[in-house]
T-cell receptor, first 113, second 114 residues
Framework: GQNIDQPTEMTATEGAIVQINCTYQ??????LFWYQQHAGEAPTFLSY????GLEEKGRFSSFLSRSKGYSYLLLKELQMKDSASYLC??????????????FGSGTRLSIRP | DTGVSQDPRHKITKRGQNVTFRCDPI?????LYWYRQTLGQGPEFLTY????????KSRLLSDRFSAERPKGSFSTLEIQRTEQGDSAMYLC????????????FGPGTRLTVL
């Protein structure tokens, strides 16, 4: 089976740093994605990790440890517009499942002034 | 081409009616996906196409659901004999086949079954 766990809600302060954790247990692994979703809108791609380590992209960074089944998304210099849900998603490996991705339930992040 | 488009954006129907949604992917993308999302949950995979071939269909998808992509471009998702439990946001996404295979999502069709 496939299981992706992330906190339901988090709150952080404008200008601060926040780390959103994700753990996964999947039958295979062929990459992990983070998406941002504002209320009532479609998810938008933030990052992709397939190898262990940290990928940095502006204010956002994503880390992966395949041996631990663990990832985190790090958001720096938080802005009010960062208030959104953050979705962790895993692509299982193999065959016709090569492109399917499995989403977690998302972490709703609220930024306070 | 500004991205993935979906039509309609909202649909209200009565239980037992049939509904059809359309998705137009980004033109260069050969893969197209359908997801369903309910409040407070992440998108749930329904099915996906590579060109016109439907390569995978979720076991969660009942026989009332069918999807087509006849010419390998736009796709339709039909729900027959709708039930209240079908009320959700239906999201379409498209991508290139390739190493990263990032999926680009459309704005979704919000279905309400009364």
């Amino acid at each position: 089976g496939q299981n992706i766990d992330q906190p339901t809600e988090m709150t952080a302060t404008e200008g601060a740093i926040v780390q959103i954790n994700c753990t996964y247990q999947t039958s295979g692994f062929n990459g992990l994605f983070w998406y941002q979703q504002h209320a009532g809108e479609a998810p938008t791609f933030l990052s992709y990790n397939v190898l262990d380590g940290l990928e940095e992209k502006g204010r956002f960074s994503s880390f992966l440890s395949r041996s631990k089944g663990y990832s985190y998304l790090l958001l720096k210099e938080l802005q009010m517009k960062d208030s959104a849900s953050y979705l962790c998603a895993v692509r299982p490996r193999g065959g016709s499942s090569a492109s399917k991705i499995i989403f977690g339930s998302g972490t709703r992040l609220s930024i306070r002034p | 081409d500004t991205g993935v488009s979906q039509d309609p954006r909202h649909k209200i129907t009565k239980r037992g009616q049939n509904v059809t949604f359309r998705c137009d992917p980004i033109s260069e993308h050969n893969r197209l996906y359908w997801y369903r999302q309910t409040l407070g949950q992440g998108p749930e995979f329904l099915t996906y196409f590579q060109n016109e071939a439907q390569l995978e269909k979720s076991r969660l998808l009942s026989d009332r659901f069918s999807a087509e992509r006849p010419k390998g471009s736009f796709s339709t998702l039909e729900i027959q004999r709708t039930e209240q439990g079908d009320s959700a946001m239906y999201l379409c996404a498209s991508s290139f086949s390739g190493t990263q295979n990032e999926q680009f999502f459309g704005p979704g069709t919000r279905l309400t079954v009364l």
